[in-house]
């Protein structure tokens, strides 16, 4: 996947986030970071069509967590490593929404300066 395709994306999940995609602070129902997502190409299904493999976050997911059952609640989302699977058991709603926004915004951030996607 090309550099600028991978921004696009980012940049959409972003959007989605702003736009209270995942409910806000005071979401009406339980929602899943990214499974929830239209990034996520299962998201409609009730049963998963797509391997996540597939998935472009998939590059984000450390290579220990990709057997896991929703890799991608296992991205590391700061410098402690915390993710979307450990945050959504330790943290409020908001507080996993706004780790996720600052990973966002730093990918972005890093590849449109010229870096790689962090793995």
Same mark, same amino acid.
């Given at each position: ?17 702003? &736009? ?45 967590? &990709? ?53």
């Amino acid at each position: 996947m090309v550099k600028s395709e991978i921004i696009k994306l980012l940049k959409q999940e972003l959007d989605y986030l702003e &736009r209270g995609g995942y409910g806000g602070r005071l979401p009406w129902r339980p929602v899943t970071m990214f499974l929830d997502s239209p990034s996520c190409p299962n998201r409609l299904d009730v049963e998963p069509n797509v391997p996540c493999s597939q998935c472009w976050l998939f590059m984000f997911v450390p290579e220990k967590y &990709r057997s896991e059952m929703k890799p991608c609640h296992f991205i590391p989302l700061n410098d402690e490593g915390e993710s979307v699977h450990t945050m959504t058991r330790q943290y409020a709603p908001g507080e996993v929404e706004d780790a996720l926004k600052i990973w966002l915004k730093a990918e972005i951030q890093c590849l449109e300066s010229g870096g790689d996607a962090t793995s």
